[in-house]
């Protein structure tokens, strides 16, 4: 059964830099077409941070990330990478990766199916 687990979550100084991972076992991750990252603060819904289309080779972030975040995999190590630059207090919040075996057409936490647990990111002044 595949599974996802976030890592690299933690508290960090705006301005500073985090690196999260979301390594996949199991069988299944060749035939992920749409991977991402989403995350939800306290209060709000979740929401889309960045998406990658793999059959497309198409990326997309959201407005507020966009220029500071940069999404990447390794598929020989079956990982998924978020690099965030420049964070901001309001980044905080739970961050989960994503994935679905189909190619999706946003980056909408509604279309994915396979979820990992998630990992706080916490950003103070």
């Known amino acids: 059964q595949e599974s996802l687990v976030e890592s690299g979550g933690g508290s960090v100084q705006a301005g500073g830099s985090l690196r999260l991972s979301c390594p996949a076992s199991?069988?299944?991750?060749?035939?992920?077409?749409?991977l991402g990252w989403f995350r939800q603060a306290p209060g709000k819904e979740r929401e889309g941070v960045a998406c990658?289309?793999?059959?497309?080779?198409?990326?997309t972030y959201s407005g507020s990330v966009r220029g500071r975040f940069t999404i990447t995999h390794d598929n020989d190590k079956r990982i998924l990478y978020l690099q965030m630059d420049n964070v901001k207090p309001e980044d905080s919040g739970m961050y989960y990766c994503?994935?679905?075996?189909?190619?999706?057409?946003?980056?909408?936490?509604?279309?994915?199916?396979?979820w990992g647990q998630g990992t706080q990111v916490n950003v103070s002044l």
């Open positions: 994503a994935a679905d075996m189909r190619d999706k057409p946003q980056c909408s936490p509604d279309l994915f199916t396979h």
């Open positions: 990658l289309f793999r059959a497309r080779s198409a990326t």
């Open positions: 199991g069988y299944t991750y060749e035939h992920y077409r749409s």
